[in-house]
């Protein structure tokens, strides 16, 4: 069985906006019932999740004919550990509480716990939206089996 790290509903929506955003970066405004369509989301939990990323400085917005949202500035320059911060607000990181006599199994857990929040901040942080578009168009390309001549 695979597990992954669980992220709200909130961060989840939110980065499938802006991933399919990003795919179409620098194009026209994209309506929000279009995105909630396209990815399949509630369309006012959306409306919030955009207005937040706006608010962010992530996108902008135009209103009437032609209107909608796209982002301010390329994928390129976007870090996804930005973005997650934005939509989840405060991360949601405890602090390893101190621990009279602690035992080698707590100490162990507590190391562990450490080195996890240190690899994901690590990877967020290095990572793109331009590269984790990039990740998700090869995967639409495996798995729709492109075959090149």
Known sequence: MEHRLKLSKRTEYGLRA????????????????DLATHEKLPNKFLEAILLAL????FLESKVG???????????????????????????????ALPIENPTPGQIAVQLVGEK?????????????????VEQVNKSIDQSQGMYYI
């Open 18 to 33: 802006i991933v399919h955003l990003a795919r179409a970066w620098p194009a026209q405004f994209m309506q929000s019932r």
């Open 54 to 57: 706006r608010r962010g400085g």
């Open 65 to 95: 004919m032609g209107g909608g949202y796209r982002l301010t500035r390329a994928p390129k320059d976007i870090k996804v550990s930005d973005l997650i911060r934005r939509l989840e607000g405060r991360p949601a990181v405890t602090e």
């Open 116 to 132: 996890l929040t240190s690899a994901i901040n690590l990877t967020m942080e290095k990572m793109t939206l331009e590269q984790l």
